[in-house]
C-alpha cells in the first residue's frame, strides 16, 4: 500500500517514513498541505491511506482532509494533533477524517490506524 504523509517538522515526518517503510508499505510525503494535496491530485487512486498533521503552515490539517475528501471520498485519511481532543474531534469529523491520532501516539496506535483495524 502506497502512504501519503502531510507534516511540516522533518523530524516527525522522517521517524513517520520510517515506520510506514518498517511496517512494508510504501510512502511518500509533503512538506506542507499544499505540497500534500498537489501529490494527492496526481494519482489519487494511489494512496491506500493519508495522514495529515492538523497544525502546518500556510494550511491546517482539517484543510487537507477536507480536500482530499472532495476528490476522493473514499480515501482513507488520519489526522494528527496535540491539540485539544475534543477540539480535534469536532474539527476532524466535519472535515471527514477517518481517524484521528492524538500526539504523542504509541507504535500501536499508529499500526492500527494505518490498517484501520477497530481500536
Known amino acids: 500500500m502506497l502512504v501519503l504523509i502531510v507534516d511540516d517538522d522533518q523530524e516527525v515526518r522522517s521517524v513517520l517514513i520510517e515506520l510506514v517503510e518498517l511496517l512494508g508499505h510504501s510512502v511518500m ?13 496526481k494519482n489519487p487512486n494511489a494512496f491506500g491511506v493519508v495522514f495529515t498533521d492538523r497544525r502546518m503552515s500556510g494550511m491546517w490539517g ?16 488520519v489526522l ?22 492524538h500526539k504523542p501516539f504509541k507504535l500501536e496506535e499508529f499500526k492500527q490506524a494505518l490498517s484501520f483495524n477497530d481500536e
Open 80 to 101: 494528527m494533533s496535540g491539540d485539544d481532543p475534543e477540539e480535534v474531534l469536532r474539527v476532524a469529523k466535519a472535515a471527514g477524517a477517518d481517524k484521528i491520532l
Open 62 to 77: 482539517e484543510e487537507v482532509v477536507f480536500k482530499i475528501k472532495k476528490i476522493s471520498p473514499q480515501t482513507r485519511i
Open 29 to 41: 510525503s509533503a512538506t506542507n498541505g499544499k505540497e500534500g494535496i498537489e501529490l494527492f491530485e
